[in-house]
């Protein structure tokens, strides 16, 4: 079975540190689900799995048990070419998804040609009551929709999102502190006006001052947006 032989190659290439380390980083994994594979050898796996002809068994097969299994999964989505599979394969995974790390990991190939076909479901993602499915959407608002393919209505969506999850906060305060970077003027009024609660409005800022992309200047006027 496919499972057992990603699994057993999972332990193959176990780094007893690195998953020591890992599971600090996760910390809402289950005790124990960390097996330590860096994620260089996890995308060579994937790879090497995605040609495989029975790899829907592995897709199929949830809920997994280690945590290195759910990011091998990930990486087999990004890898489906299909849009409407990826989307299928999205929606079957994304409510055992446990933690920030395999829900970043997962940037599907197939998401830039089909932008007009994604703000919908982004949008019903966004719409869940699931940690880690509203953080998949706003990570790919962010990933996907502030470049060329940019709408200032998606700044509206993802700033409508109230939660007190750290994991999606941190995500609105990503996706802004990126749109400032990106969209500077049509981000700004988002933390001119306090559109965002306090805690996210402020890690937004610090992360932006953080970010190369932003210029000095503008750096320094958004420091003195910080709010007390």
């Not at 076909?117 to 706003?138: E, S």
């Not at 402020?202 to 932006?208: H, L, R, W």
């Amino acid at each position: 079975m496919i499972t057992e032989e990603i699994r057993a190659d999972l332990f193959a290439n176990q780094d007893i540190k690195y998953r020591d380390f890992q599971s600090k980083l996760t910390p809402t994994i289950a005790e124990g689900s960390a097996i330590g594979v860096r994620t260089p050898i996890l995308r060579k796996l994937a790879k090497g799995y995605s040609k495989r002809k029975d790899v829907a068994d592995f897709l199929d097969d949830l809920p997994h048990q280690y945590f290195d299994e759910n990011q091998i999964h990930a990486f087999l989505i990004s890898e489906i070419k299909d849009y409407d599979e990826c989307i299928t394969r999205l929606n079957q995974f994304l409510p055992y998804v446990d933690n920030w790390a395999t829900c970043d990991q997962m940037s599907p190939k197939c998401f830039k040609k089909n932008h007009d076909l994604l703000p919908g479901q982004l949008l019903k993602w966004i719409g869940t009551n699931d940690i880690y499915t509203i953080r998949f959407a706003i990570v790919s608002y962010m990933s996907q929709f502030l470049d060329e393919d940019f709408d200032e209505e998606y700044l509206k969506i993802v700033a409508s999102v109230k939660s007190d999850e750290y994991y999606i906060n941190m995500a609105i305060a990503w996706y802004f502190a990126t749109a400032l970077a990106k969209q500077y003027e049509a981000a700004l009024p988002y933390i001119e006006y306090n559109m965002l609660d306090k805690w996210t409005h402020n890690k937004a800022i610090q992360k932006s001052i953080e970010s190369y992309r932003v210029t000095d200047e503008h750096k320094q006027y958004l420091r003195s947006l910080k709010r007390k």
